[in-house]
């Protein structure tokens, strides 16, 4: 049997697909998958450009010790614009302060969005549009861990888990891809799961947070498969334990010390060792990943 063209499939996604809602620039997109981009693969551009960050950027969880470096190294690779959403930005704005006078050329603003918060959510997309002339990334860094055995779980806490990472995720690449469709020219949007959302983590009793990443894990790839036809590629990465204040705090020692031992590079990670992978997904190097997810974790899920 053949396999179905385009025009089928298209025919196919339109009988069975609801009317979609989206707006301005659906019609466009509605006829087939995006074209390749533009000229950005063409031979001029050498290997080293291909790595280069264009256009604008959504990032939640900027001021966190992973989110920030995440932003240092797309502003260091091209990125023209960011926002940053954030719910506390009070350590992290001195730093903010600093980047945007290492990095006079490019807009680095920042603002107070409570991501769990969808009419915030959205009007705060949309203000960043019409700053930053577009969005083209999104990047979605925001979370929070709980350590609860399953048995003393409330649901307040199982809930506030959720709301954070999961939901709150969601109504971010919903209302930056509603921005995208309309622009027209797609984007990027990675997710930023976790070993976790893979395995149950070893020692400490994680429950709603586990399931929190491992449904950011599927929401990605359902997300790749619904909006890769407006030229939107989602991905997601998995760091394991990396060095920052989330891992950080009381009784916590001898978590760090196992998490050490049984890691095949025997240490956690930094920040900065997680930002080659968001550069990459972010850049034209990535405009046939799509779906994905990249585990970086010095190897501690093999064992
Ligand atoms: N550090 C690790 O070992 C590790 C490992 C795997 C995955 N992760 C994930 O990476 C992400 C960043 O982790 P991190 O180590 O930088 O933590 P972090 O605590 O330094 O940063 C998280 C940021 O999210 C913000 N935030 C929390 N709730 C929010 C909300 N409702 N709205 C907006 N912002 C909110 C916090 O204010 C903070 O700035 C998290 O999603 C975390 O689950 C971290
Ligand atoms: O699985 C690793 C991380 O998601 C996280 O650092 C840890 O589980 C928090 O305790």
């Not at 900027?62 to 989110?67: E, I, K, M, T, V």
């Not at 960043?128 to 399953?150: E, M, P, R, W, Y």
């Not at 989602?234 to 760090?256: F, H, K």
């Amino acid at each position: 049997m053949q396999s179905a063209t385009t025009t089928d499939r298209d025919s196919l996604t339109s009988r069975i697909l609801p009317q979609m809602t989206l707006s301005k620039g659906d019609e466009t997109s509605s006829t087939g998958p995006p074209a390749l981009p533009s000229d950005n693969l063409s031979a001029e551009k050498s290997a080293a450009k291909r790595f280069e960050v264009e256009g604008n950027a959504i990032i939640t969880g900027g001021g966190g010790a992973l989110g920030f470096a995440a932003l240092k190294a797309l502003l260091e690779h091209g990125l023209s614009g960011v926002m940053i959403f954030d719910v506390n930005l009070t350590q992290a704005q001195p730093k903010i302060d600093k980047l945007q006078k290492e990095f006079p050329a490019c807009q680095i603003h920042s603002k107070r969005v409570d991501i769990t918060d969808d009419l915030a959510v959205a009007k705060a997309v949309e203000e960043t549009g019409n700053l930053l002339g577009s969005v083209d990334h999104l990047l979605c860094f925001a979370g929070v861990v709980g350590c609860q055995h399953a048995l003393d779980m409330t649901a307040a806490e199982w809930r506030r888990v959720l709301d954070i990472n999961t939901t709150g995720g969601f109504l971010c690449a919903q209302a930056v891809a509603k921005q995208m469709v309309q622009q027209g020219h797609g984007g990027s949007i990675i997710f930023v799961a976790s070993i976790s959302g893979h395995r149950v983590n070893w020692p400490q009793p994680q429950v709603a947070y586990n399931v929190s990443k491992s449904a950011l894990l599927t929401l990605k790839s359902c997300l790749a498969a619904e909006w890769a036809r407006y030229g939107i590629r989602v991905n997601s990465l998995s760091p394991g334990y990396m060095d920052t204040i989330l891992n950080e705090g009381e009784g916590i020692a001898e978590a760090r010390k196992i998490w050490a031992d049984r890691n095949p590079l025997g240490r956690m990670g930094t920040p900065n060792e997680l930002t080659g992978t968001v550069v990459l997904l972010s850049s034209m190097q990535a405009t046939y990943i799509n779906g994905t997810d990249i585990v970086v974790d010095g190897g501690q899920i093999l064992f």
